[in-house]
């Protein structure tokens, strides 16, 4: 059973429409300041964690491959993997989805059941913990086109965020257990030559949660995690190739329940596929294996 039935996103059009009133407004004043990079409500606030404190958590246990879905209506399912590789029936979780961007879970005490998600909804990103309302972190993140948590990149028990903005630029947000996030590190350039970004877990068994990325080629590129939360990503590893023929994939962590985490593969006509993880970066996944089909209903997959 999923834990978070009544999930709902309501209200969020009169929260967009307030914003863009806001923001009318204060374009017609001559002090109004556009903010020049997106924020968390409290960066100011909170000081960033400490090397030494990143340093001194654990690995993150395998996550637990429940995966969400967002259909066109803005409802939300999920589904929790039945045991044999696959999914079992999806449960309703709530609705007032449809304005969501970007939606990705996260896992803030490290025992690889999440707690929660951030979302990216009218440009604003929201942390809504299971069973509660929504919490606004701010503006601004409508200069992102990839918000996703590939899990814990910085070293602490807590999931992290990272964002791509329109120049490539790739920032990691270290978080905290509310959810709330200390300000951005750039952690990479370059990035806008990959179509997908996607990360669940540990995929070449060094204990520290990984990044998977494709290009426009179809190849499909691991990057180990370091635990370093200011140089989070170590040299890239071709994992794979000819993965250009599935519109979305997305790790949720391990699906099959053999301890290494997996990847889930939508391709043009809604089929889905699970791909076990190898537990080694190149290859990093064993051959595919058809779970699902009608998934094109999804818009969001998460
Ligand atoms: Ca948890
Ligand atoms: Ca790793
Ligand atoms: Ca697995």
Do not use: C
């Not at 967009?16 to 374009?27: G, M, N, P, R």
């Not at 025992?111 to 440009?123: E, L, M, R, S, Y």
Request: aromatic letters at 10%; hydrophobic letters at 35%; charged letters at 15%.
């Amino acid at each position: 059973m999923a834990k978070t039935s009544g999930l709902n996103r309501t209200g969020i059009l009169s929260r967009v429409t307030v914003a863009a009133i806001t923001a009318a407004l204060v374009s017609t004043t001559s002090a109004a300041v556009a903010a020049d990079q997106p924020r968390s409500a409290d960066a100011t606030k909170q000081s960033a964690p400490s090397a030494s404190t990143f340093a001194t958590q654990g690995a993150s246990a395998v996550a637990d491959g429940e995966l969400r879905g967002v259909d066109r209506d803005g409802f939300m399912y999920a589904y929790l993997p039945n045991g044999t590789g696959g999914f079992g029936p999806r449960e309703y979780v709530g609705s007032g989805w449809e304005y969501t961007a970007h939606i990705t879970m996260a896992d803030m005490d490290a025992d690889g059941h999440t707690d929660g998600a951030w979302d990216v909804t009218g440009g604003t990103l929201y942390y809504t913990p299971w069973g509660e309302d929504g919490v606004s972190l701010g503006g601004g993140w409508g200069v992102y086109n990839k918000v996703v948590s590939a899990g814990n990149l910085g070293g602490a028990a807590p999931s992290d965020l990272l964002a791509r903005d329109g120049a490539g630029n790739l920032y990691l947000y270290t978080a905290y257990s509310n959810g709330k996030l200390a300000p951005r590190y750039k952690v990479g350039t370059g990035w806008g030559v990959f179509n997908q970004i996607t990360g669940k877990g540990d995929l070449n068994n060094d204990g520290k949660d990984d990044v998977l990325a494709r290009d426009n080629s179809g190849n499909l590129w691991l990057y180990p995690g370091t635990g370093n939360y200011q140089k989070p990503l170590g040299p890239r590893v071709k994992a794979g190739t000819g993965w250009n023929s599935l519109p979305t994939f997305v790790s949720s962590g391990d699906v099959d329940f053999d301890g290494v985490t997996d990847v889930v593969a939508r391709d043009s006509v809604g089929g889905l596929y699970l791909y076990p993880g190898t537990g080694v970066a190149s290859p990093a996944f064993k051959p595919r294996k058809k779970i699902g089909s009608g998934w094109n209903t999804y818009r969001l997959m998460f």
